[in-house]
């Protein structure tokens, strides 16, 4: 079991681990395994399963609780609203929910609060270091699929299939993951989900097709380049929806991931953001060079390396941008339909 306790917090996320309430304009702050309290909070219990008790109202420093009661109703009562599941980059989560704000403000008719989207975010820091640390192992090794799936990703699972059921319970009535690394357990994650769980790459590789790329090539399929991390790549999950729609993938060859991929990588750890974006501008005029039309930049981290009117920003495809927007779709047909 574990505690998720209401702050009602509009500002700074200052507690270990939370869990973000969004509803119109409106943000409500959950912190988990809290340490210190505001002078009066409502404790939720959570068990495995994702079901609430709500326990009594606390005052002061009276921690003291784990009482359950009456379970408590779903945090989200539309029959629209989203559940996210936050990635490794707490950054590049909190971008997604701002371009998800962006679209929705940009797809409102008009232009009031009835528009915007309720949502529910769960962000772990303990599961983003766990998940950090497992796509570390693949920054020099370079291991292949077979290699990648033998290393022990079962508590990594365990803990996104647990925040999946948790979402669910909470009344979400569709799932996303922002992160690209998790999407390599997602089919093991999103099993016997009782709602649509929305699939990052296939994202992608629906808009790419209804863009009716043209080849390069005469005779030959449209190329697509998919630029990321090892373990992403390893996972082989973009290359299996990009050429379920009848794309041609290209990968960095070992060398490019060698001597600019995962440099990069490491440049950026340093916090050396000049080298780690000369040498993402090397990695990417190579896949152009090879033919592809675009370049999928799935990587939470280089992909806000580059300014924005860097001109290879033109061919980069970002999925965080193409999972916005397909969950704005859901969320819009979704409203339609109620």
Request: hydrophobic share 40%.
């Amino acid at each position: 079991m574990f505690n998720v306790t209401l702050t009602m917090s509009y500002h700074t996320l200052s507690y270990p681990s939370h869990m973000l309430l969004g509803s119109r304009n409106m943000c409500k702050l959950r912190s988990c395994h809290v340490q210190a309290m505001p002078p009066s909070s409502v404790i939720l219990n959570a068990e495995e399963s994702g079901n609430f008790y709500q326990s009594k109202k606390l005052h002061g420093s009276n921690l003291a609780s784990g009482i359950k009661g009456e379970p408590v109703s779903p945090l989200i009562s539309h029959g629209n609203g989203v559940g996210i599941i936050g990635g490794v980059s707490v950054d590049a989560t909190l971008n997604f929910l701002r371009r998800i704000v962006e679209l929705s403000s940009d797809s409102s008719k008009g232009g009031g609060e009835s528009n915007s989207i309720p949502f529910v975010l769960c962000s772990d820091p303990l599961l983003n270091k766990e998940v950090l640390s497992y796509e570390k192992a693949h920054f020099v090794s370079g291991r292949s699929k077979v290699e990648f799936l033998k290393l022990d990703s079962s508590p990594i699972v365990q803990n996104l299939w647990n925040k999946r059921v948790f979402l669910e319970n909470s009344g979400a009535s569709c799932i996303v993951m922002p992160c690209n690394v998790s999407h390599s357990w997602y089919e093991e994650v999103s099993k016997g989900c009782s709602v649509p769980f929305l699939h990052m790459a296939e994202c992608v590789a629906k808009e790419l097709k209804e863009a009716k790329l043209k080849p390069l090539e005469a005779g030959s399929p449209s190329r697509i380049g998919v630029l990321a991390t090892n373990a992403t790549l390893a996972s082989g999950f973009y290359q299996e929806k990009l050429q379920n729609e009848g794309f041609e993938v290209v990968l960095p060859d070992r060398a490019t991931m060698e001597h600019t991929v995962i440099p990069a990588t490491e440049a950026l750890n340093r916090k050396d953001m000049e080298g780690a974006c000369n040498l993402l501008r090397i990695a990417l005029q190579v896949l152009l060079v090879s033919g592809v039309n675009s370049i999928i930049l799935a990587s939470d981290d280089m992909r806000d390396l580059l300014p924005r009117d860097d001109p290879l920003l033109k061919k980069c495809i970002d999925p965080m941008d193409a999972l916005a927007r397909s969950t704005i779709k859901w969320v819009r047909s979704a409203g339609d339909n109620t």
